[in-house]
């Protein structure tokens, strides 16, 4: 599920390509955030859909092998090792699935050798050899293999990782997100006996509804965001701080002010840790100084309207 501090980055994003542009149309920016979100979606199914064409490219292999004189039973058994997962199973018979990933603009067949790249290496891996040793795997064991396979793709397999940047802008930013998607849906299965593939429910509507939000009232409001903060930053050199520490400056006020169940303390953690990637190694410790500071302020005019108990003060 995308995440509202992913959902934050691509406000950020926007913002910024929104001001380096000195662009005028919102619409336009708005439908690029909406797509991003969207996108997020595609390629969790596409990631999905990566072992059911990796089995394929496998099931090649298993049948090259079969044809020679002297065939390798190891490369055989190896290569038929995602039949022995019920979740693979479920997933490649899902008509559900199928017809969602039937939509994709995306085909991992563009791919093709890097299939061949990751049988080579993955067979040498710890965690496939043990797997291999079972006929009929436990689900615990079929679990973990998997767990396991999806980890060496997004965490050590580099081919992947290229492979999936240049099909996506944003997989930097999207690929914790992801993979966290694909390992709860796999952890579902096991869990429950039951196929569940995350669709856009109304809980996420609302998280991204909360980014359409954020990224309009930080446009509409921007003159009235900028006085405060100019007000609030005397003591700061303009100069030196960046177009994202300002962006970001005004994302967490406009929370602040037009969000009255996020707590200020929730918006300002927030901004730090997104800061110390998309920004400058201090500029953490200014917006923490600056936010702190507004924060204070408005509390003491009145003008920070929180609903829930407690909820100005944390």
Not at 228 to 248: C, F, G, P, Q, Y
Request: negative net charge; glycine residues 2%.
């Amino acid at each position: 599920m995308l995440s509202r501090r992913n959902i934050r980055i691509k406000v950020l994003q926007q913002l910024y390509a929104f001001q380096q542009q000195d662009a005028k149309s919102v619409p336009v920016f708005q439908k690029a955030l909406e797509n991003q979100f969207s996108d997020f979606y595609k390629f969790y199914y596409f990631s999905l859909q990566f072992i059911i064409d990796f089995n394929t490219f496998m099931e090649s292999e298993k049948e090259l092998e079969l044809e020679k004189y002297f065939p390798n039973k190891s490369h055989i058994r190896n290569a038929d090792a995602l039949q022995r997962i019920d979740f693979f199973k479920s997933l490649s018979e899902s008509t559900n699935f199928q017809e969602i990933c039937g939509k994709l603009p995306y085909d991992w067949r563009r791919h093709g050798d890097m299939f061949n790249r990751i049988f080579i290496d993955v067979v040498q891996y710890d965690f496939f050899i043990d797997f291999c040793v079972f006929d009929e795997p436990s689900p615990e064991v079929q679990k973990e293999f998997l767990t396991n396979l999806y980890e060496f793709l997004f965490n050590e397999f580099e081919l992947f990782e290229q492979s999936m940047e240049d099909e996506y802008l944003y997989w930097e930013d999207d690929s914790a997100d992801i993979l966290k998607s694909v390992i709860n849906t796999i952890d579902t299965f096991y869990n429950k006996n039951k196929l569940k593939i995350e669709i856009i429910n109304d809980k996420q509507r609302e998280d991204i509804q909360f980014g359409v939000t954020l990224f309009q009232n930080c446009l509409v409001n921007k003159e009235s965001l900028d006085e405060i903060i100019h007000h609030n930053t005397s003591n700061w050199d303009a100069e030196r701080l960046t177009v994202n520490d300002i962006i970001m400056l005004r994302m967490a006020l406009s929370e602040f002010l037009y969000f009255e169940t996020i707590p200020p303390k929730v918006s300002i953690n927030e901004y730090l840790d997104i800061a110390k990637s998309y920004s400058t190694p201090k500029s953490h410790l200014f917006l923490n100084g600056v936010l702190d500071k507004i924060r204070i302020t408005l509390t003491q005019d009145g003008k920070l309207n929180k609903t829930g108990r407690g909820l100005k003060n944390e």
